[in-house]
């Protein structure tokens, strides 16, 4: 049965696993700011120990693409590159925005909208919206909170969950009862596996020379208030 490993190092945390038929079998994470290319070789040799696999026995190696931390995103794919090039398998690229969304909806299923946000500088956030399969409805985007934020979405949907790192920020502003908040971080690797191994079962794959993070906008752009 194939077996993937998931790099998840979008934050502030470094998260490793092996996941098989969906499920992880053995994680490692750490929450060690800026130590993510010291931890992850490591951590990876780890997994491999605890589940006593061998390289030869993993199908693919899935990572988390971004948006989110510049020099986290760039650790994460450079490693999976290496990876991939060295025992010749696939790269599944997973939208950052999309595990955050799956992981909330682990956490609480009955709601009808989720919109993961990642905390970016100041005001602003990384963010998109999706449906209870995940389907999205509002592209990814970088977006200033302000207190008439996301008026479209609130007049069509009830039950909003806002979720990820940008939660905390977003309850500053939205104070709308349909809105929820929640993290939902210790679901983020089991997200990733189940993405991941639907991607895989499509052939949905990265071109390992030419795949770069998503970063969603450059370094230092400015961002001006989206009309949602």
Request: hydrophobic share 45%; aromatic share 10%.
């Amino acid at each position: 049965m194939s077996k993937i490993i998931c790099l998840e190092t979008s934050g502030k945390d470094c998260s490793v696993a092996l996941a098989q038929a969906q499920r992880i079998i053995v994680r490692q994470s750490q929450s060690i700011a800026q130590s993510h290319s010291a931890s992850i070789n490591i951590m990876l040799q780890a997994i491999l120990q605890q589940s006593q696999s061998h390289w030869n026995e993993i199908a693919a190696i899935a990572v988390s693409i971004g948006p989110g931390s510049y020099t986290g995103l760039r650790v994460g794919l450079s490693t999976a590159k290496g990876v991939a090039y060295a025992l010749k398998i696939p790269i599944v690229g997973i939208n950052t925005l999309r595990i955050i969304a799956r992981a909330a909806q682990q956490k609480a299923p009955n709601n009808t909208i989720y919109l993961p946000m990642i905390d970016a500088r100041r005001m602003e956030v990384f963010c998109a919206a999706y449906t209870t399969k995940i389907q999205e409805i509002m592209s990814p985007k970088a977006y200033i909170l302000h207190e008439n934020s996301f008026a479209e979405l609130r007049e069509k949907w009830t039950d909003i969950c806002i979720c990820g790192s940008g939660a905390e920020k977003a309850k500053n502003f939205l104070t709308d009862p349909k809105f929820s908040f929640q993290s939902a971080t210790e679901y983020y690797l089991d997200a990733l596996a189940e993405l991941a191994f639907e991607a895989y079962s499509q052939q949905q794959f990265l071109d390992l020379a030419y795949a770069t993070p998503f970063y969603l906008k450059a370094f230092g752009e400015q961002t001006a208030a989206s009309k949602y």
